[in-house]
């Protein structure tokens, strides 16, 4: 890719997603910009090697004793999985085209690739609802947070709005500004109540984003920083 | 290399689970390199079930650990125990050794274990599933060359100031290696950790740093 992703998240928000203990909405975001960022997929695998050693080397009693015996018999009872089985998966897994899920997104007549890790849900969004240059399609998110697709037209403004609970965006292809940056492919932006801002999408191309607003919350000094400090990694 | 006797010679004699005494005592783990890696292979090579049950005895009561810090009860943490050494008994064949750690595979499999049991309760499991969001290490491996490029920087006075955020682990493994200029090997063995965690910690360590001390955008 040629874009360089500059907006990421941040450590804390990585930890969160590689110990699984991130709301499922907000996994799923940072899965997609990993699906961009070569960088965060670094120090993913580095935050999951360290979580692999903390579970080695946690203290634990011996597994001794009938309940444990009962379980490794019977899981050594269970027949293995045939290695052509086993490979087929693992292809399926890693194939650029994930069972159930669709590849490509049209927009109008705009077609976009859909990263792997939104192929399944994408393939379930709800209809597009247009209005003046912006479309969005919601998809199945929870009570707490709503995930939708946006699609902002060339030279469409979204209109300046405020939130009361995060709003997190993942830019999936074009590009787009505001008051406080130039965000393409794979960056994240991360915004809170006290942020207003204006996206536009000045560029040729529309503009396809992934996002998350999060119900409203009791907001702590620094909450920003601790999510996404925007960090640059090439100047 | 099958022959058990000459297996617990490589594994070396203090994690010999047979020769263990049969207490419920807590026990610190002592991990030689390699030694559930290559059970691992055995394992998917030959269905080798005394190489499994040296996994089961070691890595089922830590996940039971894990698993009760994450649910908060018991009967969860044992359901999530089972069905992860089932995938690790019946998959064994996926481990690459070259991605990772044996028990980093195994922590993978666990947190997809239990984000999958957490979404199924909700019936939500359909919408994202832990197959979606881990991409399973088959993310291209990348350059080593970032962490090269920050070691410059480090050497930077402002930096001294965020050392002590750093998690311990992660602080530890930096001043053997920044302060004590020990190379990724003698710190991997002085601390009994693997080379790979070494490096991963000191990537992680950085990057901490490098938020430090970009600051917040507003």
């Known amino acids: 890719m040629a874009h360089v992703v500059k907006y990421h998240p941040s450590i804390s928000l990585l930890e969160q997603y590689s110990e699984g ?28 090697a360290d979580l692999g050693c903390d579970l080695a080397m946690q203290k634990a009693p011996l597994a001794d004793g009938s309940q444990w015996e009962q379980m490794l018999d019977q899981i050594l009872s269970a027949e ?35 990263p792997r890790s939104l192929q399944r849900i994408v393939a379930k969004r709800n209809k597009w609802l247009t209005l003046g240059g912006i479309s969005t399609a919601k ?30 965006t993942l830019v999936l292809a074009g590009e787009m500004v505001d008051e406080m940056g130039h965000y393409a492919a794979g960056d994240l932006i991360i915004n809170t109540p006290d942020h207003t801002h204006t996206p536009k999408n000045i560029a040729a191309e529309p503009c396809l984003c992934l996002s998350v607003l999060t119900a409203p919350l009791e907001f702590k000094q620094g909450l920003t920083r601790l999510l996404n400090p925007l960090q640059r990694f090439f100047y | ?4 006797q000459q297996r617990s010679g490589h ?61 908060g009860n018991e009967q969860q943490a044992m359901e999530m125990v089972q069905d992860t050494m089932l995938n690790v008994w019946q998959k064994a064949a996926l481990f690459d050794a070259s991605r990772g750690c044996a028990s980093t595979w195994i922590f993978t499999i666990a947190r997809n274990v239990r984000f999958d049991m957490l979404r199924k309760k909700q019936s939500r499991k359909d919408d994202i599933s832990a197959d979606d969001l881990w991409a399973d290490g088959d993310y291209p ?9 920050w070691d410059v ?58 938020e430090a001390i970009d600051g917040p955008r507003s």
């Open chain 1, 21 to 48: 203990t991130l709301a499922p909405e907000l996994c799923l975001i940072v899965a997609a910009h990993l699906d961009f960022c070569p960088h965060c997929q670094t120090l993913h695998r580095d935050i999951e």
């Open chain 1, 80 to 114: 293995p999985v045939p290695r052509d089985v086993l490979s087929k998966q693992q292809a399926l897994h890693s194939a650029d085209n994930k069972p159930g899920g669709v590849s490509e997104l049209l927009v109008g007549a705009h077609r976009f690739t859909v």
């Open chain 1, 139 to 168: 998809l199945p998110g929870s009570e707490e947070n709503h995930l939708s697709l946006l699609c902002i037209e060339t030279d469409t403004e979204v209109p300046l709005h405020t939130h009361k609970g995060l709003e997190i």
């Open chain 2, 1 to 4: 290399m099958l022959d058990p």
């Open chain 2, 11 to 71: 594994y070396g004699a203090e994690i010999s689970l047979q020769s263990r005494p049969m207490t419920t005592q807590e026990i610190t783990p002592a991990i030689a390199a390699g030694q559930w890696e290559e059970a691992l292979a055995i394992v998917a090579l030959h269905r080798d079930k005394s190489a499994y049950a040296e996994l089961f005895r070691y890595f089922a009561p830590r996940l039971r650990a894990f698993g009760i810090k994450m649910f």
């Open chain 2, 141 to 149: 491996e990348q350059e080593d060359n970032q962490s090269q490029q």
């Open chain 2, 153 to 210: 920087h480090l050497v930077a006075e402002k930096v001294a100031p965020h050392f002590h955020a750093l998690p311990p682990a992660q602080r530890l493994v930096m001043e053997k290696v920044y302060l004590d200029e020990l190379s990724h090997q003698e710190v991997s063995e002085q601390l009994g950790i693997p080379l790979g965690t070494v490096k991963s910690r000191i990537r992680l360590a950085l990057d901490r740093l490098r």
